[in-house]
């Protein structure tokens, strides 16, 4: 997976950029699919700054609702497993006063 955009704003001060720098892969885990685990592979460009006053001299694209700065999951599995934290108490104790809402905010 890559992404199609011709350039990306930089993550310091926005200005987009077309300048890349270099290309590297990121491999992501996503949400199991099937009971598999998933590995999603992105094909990510980094950009060089077009601002002179910018302290950030290069930086990563972002895909939006795919990758994060520095994340190894995609966000819909951060969520999921932010949830599983979150509502842990219900998921071993389904009876306890943390009642089927909760459950159902486990369920990805
Ligand atoms: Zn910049």
């Not at 094909?43 to 994060?68: D, M, W, Y």
């Not at 190894?72 to 979150?86: C, D, G």
């Amino acid at each position: 997976m890559r992404a199609k955009a011709a350039g990306a704003a930089c993550s310091g001060c926005r200005r987009r950029s077309l300048r890349v720098h270099a290309r590297y892969q990121r491999q992501l885990a996503d949400l199991p699919f099937g009971g598999r685990r998933v590995r999603v592979v992105v094909h990510v460009r980094r950009f060089k700054c077009a601002n002179s006053r910018c302290a950030q001299s290069t930086f990563s694209e972002q895909i939006p609702g795919l990758t994060t700065p520095f994340a190894r999951r995609t966000p819909p599995l951060t969520k999921a497993l932010t949830n599983v934290a979150l509502h842990w108490p219900a998921v071993l104790d389904p009876g306890s006063r943390h009642d089927s809402r909760c459950r159902a905010a486990v369920t990805c």
